[in-house]
């Protein structure tokens, strides 16, 4: 059984940096592609960025790019998502979620787990 836990939200101003972290239990880790999205206060959740399973390849929504970082230590279980540059439009709850092969995908309903997510605030 794979679980996700989420860590690393917090509530910030403008302009910052924050990293989350995306820790995986269960079965082995390096075969999974691993995402993050995100779920404005009252919009749909979202895709922000994901990663291969060897780290090689690395998918952006348009908004983040040149800001945010995807990354991964299979050794750990764990992905990351660096974000820099804060601004008040990534406030969102943000999930890490895994989906067990392929390549790194936007599309929600294609992964397979996914974490209980970590609030992101962002103040101007």
């Known amino acids: 059984q794979v679980q996700l836990a989420e860590s690393g939200g917090g509530l910030v101003t403008a302009g910052v940096s924050l990293r989350l972290s995306c820790e995986m239990s269960g079965p082995t880790f390096n075969i999974y592609v691993m995402g993050w999205f995100r779920q404005p206060p009252g919009k749909d959740r979202e895709f922000v960025a994901a990663?291969?399973?060897?780290?090689?390849?690395?998918l952006y929504t348009d908004s983040v790019k040149g800001r945010f970082s995807i990354s991964r230590d299979n050794a750990k279980k764990t992905a990351y998502l660096q974000m820099s540059n804060l601004k008040p439009e990534d406030t969102a709850v943000y999930y890490c979620?895994?989906?067990?092969?392929?390549?790194?995908?936007?599309?929600?309903?294609?992964?397979?787990?996914w974490g209980q997510g970590t609030q992101v605030t962002v103040n101007s």
């Open positions: 979620a895994s989906r067990r092969s392929g390549i790194p995908r936007s599309t929600t309903e294609i992964y397979d787990f």
């Open positions: 990663i291969s399973w060897d780290g090689d390849t690395s």
